[in-house]
């Protein structure tokens, strides 16, 4: 299965699952990830994300974060960025990213973590701003928006990452196989160019192997699952 962030990490701390994410599953690769991005309605009078923080502490429980609903990304990615930056503002969740930026737009919510293919296009047209991009390093297809770590919110990185994955058990050589097509396709230049082009992050050589997946999962579990227990997100 082609699985992802939500399935294979948070979903173990919000559902009571009748398999383990980890022992049931044999990892293939990773593959690309979207990094998401800290975007505001374009009112907020913060010039960059330093501003925007301390606005933050300054209006404290004033301001609104739009969702893509209970337990997503840009659910945690807010409560995790309220904890990091010692800010309080009130979480409010959509059925969707889609409309959750609509009223971003609209000036009904503050702010939003949120993807590229979300936030940019609403950005370039001038309705939201951007601050950073919550990865380490800048996104070809928006090189204009800083990293959090140039942005001044060092090491917050949040992304909806994705992987393959076979059940336990599957024979050594046919997730070699699998494992040898991913490698073989995201070495191709065309596909190179088209994710980049979304502003997707593609894995390193060394991230591709069965190994390196299994254990880049096993420590998403160890960052994300407290945050989520300490919150008490349930699913709803």
Same mark, same amino acid.
Not at 48 to 53: A, G, R, S, T, V
Not at 168 to 184: F, I, S
Not at 215 to 234: C, L, M, N, V, Y
């Given at each position: 299965?082609? +699985?992802?962030?939500?399935?294979? @990490?948070?979903?173990?701390?919000?559902?009571?699952?009748?398999? =383990? %994410? *980890? $022992?049931?599953?044999?990892?293939?690769?990773?593959l690309p990830s979207e990094p998401l991005m800290i975007a505001v309605n374009?009112?907020?009078?913060?010039?960059?994300?330093?501003?925007?923080?301390?606005?933050?502490?300054?209006?404290?429980?004033?301001?609104?974060?739009?969702?893509?609903?209970?337990?997503?990304?840009?659910?945690?990615?807010?409560?995790?960025?309220?904890?990091?930056? +010692?800010?309080?503002?009130?979480? @409010?969740?959509?059925?969707?990213?889609?409309?959750?930026?609509? =009223? %971003? *737009? $609209?000036?009904?919510?503050?702010?939003?973590?949120?993807?590229?293919?979300?936030?940019?296009?609403?950005?370039?047209?001038?309705?939201?701003?951007?601050?950073?991009?919550?990865?380490?390093?800048?996104?070809?297809?928006?090189?204009?928006?800083?990293?959090?770590?140039?942005?001044?919110?060092?090491?917050?990185?949040?992304?909806?990452?994705?992987?393959?994955?076979?059940?336990? +058990?599957?024979?050594?050589?046919? @997730?070699?196989?699998?494992?040898?097509?991913?490698?073989?396709?995201?070495?191709?230049?065309?596909?190179?160019?088209?994710?980049?082009?979304?502003?997707?992050?593609?894995?390193?050589?060394?991230?591709?192997?069965?190994?390196?997946?299994?254990?880049?999962?096993?420590?998403?579990?160890?960052?994300?699952?407290?945050?989520?227990?300490?919150?008490?997100?349930?699913?709803?």
């Amino acid at each position: 299965m082609v +699985g992802n962030w939500g399935t294979h @990490v948070s979903n173990g701390a919000i559902y009571s699952l009748q398999f =383990d %994410l *980890v $022992a049931d599953f044999a990892p293939v690769s990773l593959l690309p990830s979207e990094p998401l991005m800290i975007a505001v309605n374009k009112s907020i009078p913060a010039h960059d994300l330093k501003e925007f923080i301390a606005w933050l502490k300054a209006n404290p429980n004033k301001a609104t974060s739009g969702t893509s609903g209970i337990g997503g990304p840009s659910h945690i990615g807010g409560i995790l960025f309220a904890k990091e930056t +010692g800010t309080q503002f009130q979480l @409010v969740p959509y059925r969707g990213a889609g409309p959750a930026m609509q =009223d %971003l *737009v $609209a000036g009904q919510v503050d702010m939003m973590i949120t993807g590229p293919s979300i936030a940019l296009p609403q950005a370039r047209n001038g309705n939201i701003k951007i601050y950073a991009i919550a990865a380490r390093n800048r996104v070809v297809a928006a090189p204009e928006v800083p990293t959090v770590d140039e942005a001044g919110l060092p090491g917050f990185y949040v992304a909806v990452w994705h992987g393959l994955w076979v059940p336990r +058990g599957t024979p050594q050589d046919v @997730v070699g196989k699998l494992n040898a097509a991913v490698r073989h396709a995201l070495a191709n230049q065309a596909v190179r160019k088209q994710l980049t082009e979304l502003a997707l992050e593609l894995p390193s050589i060394e991230q591709q192997t069965p190994e390196a997946l299994g254990a880049f999962q096993k420590s998403e579990i160890d960052r994300w699952w407290p945050t989520i227990k300490a919150a008490g997100i349930k699913a709803q």
